[in-house]
């Protein structure tokens, strides 16, 4: 069964961590994306990559970082977190033809910053 | 702002009703696509209908498009109670990127 995990379903880290989210797709999809979703604003686009060591900024980048050095990983960086980075992260991967099959989201990580 | 915007936010029926949620989209697209998400889980892709289509079926779904309105429907028919979930349209916003609305909640009660 095709699938995207992340590593983690909870967690909870201190203000001013770094925080590593890290994401594995196993669908040799090229593109990988990480959105963040709150309740009452849907899924927001945070970055996404469509190559090794490629990426490109969402719609709200601020805060976060990226890096993709093996194409079936994508690891979303909180450089400093803070309270308002407290959301659901979801990761999703898709093959070239996004527009015939879509995304395969992997089941979240719910991160809460104390 | 959202490209898919769904309508209504919030849906609660019996089971055995039909659930009917709606989303308007801005841009023109090639396809517009239907998720469901259980809760605190990932997103699960349901159905994809082209924009040279009117109408699609996949089981108890039902998906129309009507592109002079930029708009799509999700029809539920005979719905149970593990269909509670919400649910979410999206399109294709620029190559390899999707847009997603801010979802149904949809609750189906035994």
């Known amino acids: 069964d095709v699938k995207v995990t992340q590593s983690s379903r909870y967690l909870v880290k201190r203000t001013g961590e770094k925080v590593f989210l890290e994401c594995v797709q196993d669908m040799d999809h090229e593109n990988m994306f990480w959105y963040r979703q709150d309740p009452g604003l849907g899924l927001r686009l945070i970055y996404f990559?469509?190559?090794?060591?490629?990426?490109e900024k969402g719609d709200i980048p601020e805060g976060y970082s990226v890096s993709r050095e093996k194409k079936e990983r994508f690891s979303l960086i909180l450089e400093s977190a803070s309270t308002n980075q407290t959301s659901m992260y979801l990761c999703?991967?898709?093959?070239?033809?996004?527009?015939?099959?879509?995304?395969?989201f992997g089941s979240g990580t719910r991160l809460t910053v104390v | 702002s959202q490209q898919g915007e769904e309508d209504p936010q919030a849906l609660s029926i019996q089971e055995g009703e039909n659930a009917t949620m709606n989303c308007s989209y801005k841009?023109?697209?090639?396809?517009l696509q239907w998720y469901r998400q259980n809760s605190g889980r990932g997103l699960v892709h349901l159905i994809l209908i082209r924009s040279n289509e009117r109408e699609k079926h996949s089981g108890r779904l039902r998906v129309t498009l009507d592109t002079s309105k930029k708009s799509s429907s999700l029809l539920i028919t005979a719905s149970r109670a593990a269909d509670t979930a919400s649910y979410f349209c999206?399109?294709?916003?620029?190559?390899?990127?999707?847009?997603f609305g801010a979802g149904t909640r949809l609750t189906v009660k035994p």
């Open positions: 990559s469509y190559d090794v060591k490629m990426k």
């Open positions: 999703a991967s898709s093959g070239r033809t996004v527009q015939n099959y879509g995304y395969t």
């Open positions: 999206a399109t294709v916003v620029r190559i390899f990127v999707m847009r």
């Open positions: 841009t023109s697209i090639n396809n």
